[in-house]
C-alpha cells in the first residue's frame, strides 16, 4: 500500500513537472476532494433524423411536382438562381435526384422527401448533469463519487442555484445545449438534424458531489510557497482548474475552507522557524494569546452579541480583554496579528509613507512579486529620497530567483545612491521596517510572493511591532547581516 501510494505522488509530481516546467517540483500532500454537480432526469420531447436541410426539401417538393428548370424553381420559392443551382448540385452529389431528360428524384430522394414528412416525435426521460460551480449542462462525466456525508469538510460548496423539480421555467436557459447534447448523441447513430420540441418536466434533481484530487507541491525543496493543481483519474483537469480561479476573481474562495483544513496537519508555523534566525523574541503563545484577545474584543464590539446580555457585564468583560491585550502587548512588543493576504498591502503603505528608510529582507525575488507595479512605486519612493535597503539570497536559490526583476534592481541601485541592494549568502528571514513607524517579523516572502488567491495558496503568518526600540533592533539587525557576509 505504501509503495502504490509512493508511486502515485511519483506520478503526480512527474506532470506537474512536466506541465509548468518545474523540474524540481515536490508533491507534499494531496485530498480527495468532492465536485458538486445538479443531476436532472427530464422528460424529452425531440424529433430527429431530419436528413434534409429546408432549401433542399423545398426543392425537391417542386422537382416532385414536375417544376424541372432550375429558373422556374427560383421564381417559383422567391429565391435567387445561383443558390438554387448550388443546391441542385448538393443534391445530384447525394445521389438524391439524377439528371435525365429532366431532373428528377432518385428512389433514395423520394424515400428522404417521405421521410421529412412523415416524423413521429421522441418522448424519452434523458439524464443531465449541471456543474454546479460554473453553470455548465453535460451529458455525462467519468468523475467517481465522492462521499460527501462523511468528508463534508472537503465537499465544494455549491454556487449554482439547483433548479427544482416540476419546474421546468428554472431551466429555459439550458434548453439551446439541450438540443446541441441530443444532436451529438444522436449524430452516433447516423441521424443528422435534431429539433428540441419541448422539455416536459423535470422528473426528479438531486445534487452529487464527484471526485477531484487536491494537489499541494512546492516548486522545488527549497520553496515554502505552497501550489495547488487539480488532478482526477491521474491527469491535471484545467477546466476545473479554470473554474476554481474564475471563482476567486470573483472573491468566492471556494478552497479556503479546505486549505483550512489541511493546514493543521501540512502546514508548520513557519513564523516559530523565523524566530530562530531573526534575533527578535517573539514567543508563539504571545502570537496566539494576541490574536485570541483581539477576536474576542470583536465580538463584543458586535450589537448582535449583546442581544439576551446585560450591557453592563458585557463592558466590564471587554474592559477586562483589553486590559489584558495591553499587557501582553507590552510584554511581547507586539502590536498586531497579519495574515497571508494583508502583508502585501503594508509592503505598499511602506513605499508610499515612508518619510527617512525602508528595509526589506527576503530570500527569494521573482518577477511575480517584483512587477512593474513594484518596481513603479519603488522608483517613486527613491525620488523622494528615502534611504531603501534590500537584501537577500538563500543557499542553493538561483532557480527560484528572476534574473530579470533582480536586473532592475541592481540597474535602480545603480542609479540612485540612496538604494542598497545585497545579495546575501544564505538568509532566511523575512523582515519589513518603515521608519520607526513599524516592523514586520513574519513567513511572507516579500519578494517573490504576491499574495493572489487566484492562482497560489499559501497560509502566512506575521507580527507588526510598533515599538521604536524594537524597530530599532530589528533595522540595526538587517544592516548587520549585510555588514558580516562582506
Known amino acids: 500500500m505504501k509503495n502504490q501510494i509512493k508511486d502515485e505522488v511519483k506520478d503526480f509530481e512527474n506532470k506537474i513537472r512536466k506541465y509548468h516546467s518545474l523540474p524540481e517540483a515536490i508533491v507534499i500532500d494531496y485530498k480527495p476532494i468532492g465536485y458538486p454537480f445538479h443531476v436532472l432526469n427530464l422528460d424529452l420531447t425531440y424529433l430527429t433524423n431530419r436528413q434534409l ?94 462521499d460527501s456525508k462523511n468528508n463534508s469538510n472537503y465537499a465544494l460548496n455549491k454556487i449554482v442555484k439547483k433548479p427544482r423539480k416540476g419546474h421546468i421555467e428554472d431551466i429555459v436557459d439550458y434548453y439551446e445545449h439541450i438540443e446541441k447534447i441530443l444532436q451529438n448523441y444522436n449524430s452516433y447513430n447516423n441521424s443528422n438534424k435534431v429539433e428540441l420540441i419541448q422539455v416536459n418536466n ?171 507595479n513594484f518596481i513603479k512605486m519603488l522608483e517613486e519612493t527613491l525620488k523622494r529620497e528615502i534611504q531603501i535597503y534590500i537584501f537577500y539570497g538563500i543557499k542553493n536559490s538561483s532557480q527560484q530567483n528572476s534574473p530579470r526583476a533582480i536586473q532592475k534592481l541592481t540597474e535602480l541601485s545603480t542609479y540612485y545612491k540612496n538604494f542598497k541592494f545585497k545579495k546575501l549568502k544564505n538568509t532566511h528571514r523575512k523582515i519589513l521596517v518603515c521608519d520607526t513607524k513599524f516592523g514586520i517579523v513574519t513567513s511572507f516572502n516579500f519578494l517573490s510572493f504576491r499574495a493572489d488567491p487566484n492562482l497560489t495558496y499559501r497560509d502566512e503568518l506575521g507580527v507588526i511591532i510598533r515599538d521604536s526600540a524594537t524597530i530599532e533592533d530589528l533595522f540595526n539587525s538587517g544592516i548587520k547581516l549585510a555588514q558580516d557576509e562582506i
Not at 227 to 249: D, H, K, M, P, W
Request: negative net charge.
Open 202 to 372: 423535470i422528473e426528479k434533481v438531486y445534487t452529487q458531489w464527484h471526485e477531484l484530487l487536491l494537489i499541494l507541491y512546492q516548486r522545488n525543496p527549497d520553496d515554502r510557497e505552497i501550489e495547488y493543481e487539480i488532478f482526477s483519474r491521474g491527469n491535471i483537469q484545467v477546466e476545473y482548474r479554470t473554474t476554481i480561479e474564475q471563482l476567486y476573481a470573483e472573491g468566492k474562495k471556494i478552497l479556503d475552507t479546505i486549505f483550512q483544513e489541511i493546514e493543521d496537519n501540512l502546514i508548520h508555523d513557519n513564523l516559530v522557524e523565523e524566530q530562530i534566525l531573526t534575533p527578535i523574541p517573539i514567543n508563539e503563545e504571545h502570537i496566539k494569546t494576541v490574536e485570541k484577545l483581539s477576536v474576542k474584543i470583536h465580538c463584543l464590539d458586535d450589537p448582535d452579541s449583546l442581544i439576551n446580555s446585560k450591557k453592563q457585564s458585557i463592558k466590564e468583560e471587554r474592559k477586562k480583554l483589553i486590559q489584558e491585550l495591553d499587557y501582553i502587548k507590552t510584554q511581547s512588543k507586539i502590536s498586531e496579528i497579519i495574515h497571508t493576504y494583508e502583508h502585501r498591502t503594508y509592503l505598499f503603505n511602506a513605499l508610499k509613507e515612508a518619510k527617512q528608510r525602508i528595509m526589506i529582507v527576503s530570500p527569494w525575488i521573482t518577477e511575480y512579486a517584483v512587477d512593474e
Open 53 to 146: 436541410q429546408l432549401a433542399e426539401e423545398f426543392v425537391m417538393k417542386c422537382l416532385n411536382y414536375e417544376l424541372n428548370n432550375y429558373k422556374e424553381i427560383a421564381i417559383f420559392l422567391g429565391m435567387d438562381e445561383k443558390l438554387i443551382e448550388k443546391v441542385l448540385s448538393e443534391l445530384l452529389l447525394k445521389g438524391l435526384i439524377k439528371r435525365e431528360d429532366l431532373l428528377k428524384l432518385t428512389e433514395s430522394g423520394l424515400y428522404a422527401l417521405e421521410q421529412q414528412t412523415v416524423l413521429a416525435p421522441i418522448s424519452e426521460t434523458k439524464t443531465f448533469y449541471i456543474d454546479a460551480l460554473n453553470g455548465k449542462l453535460r451529458e455525462s462525466f467519468s468523475l467517481n463519487l465522492f
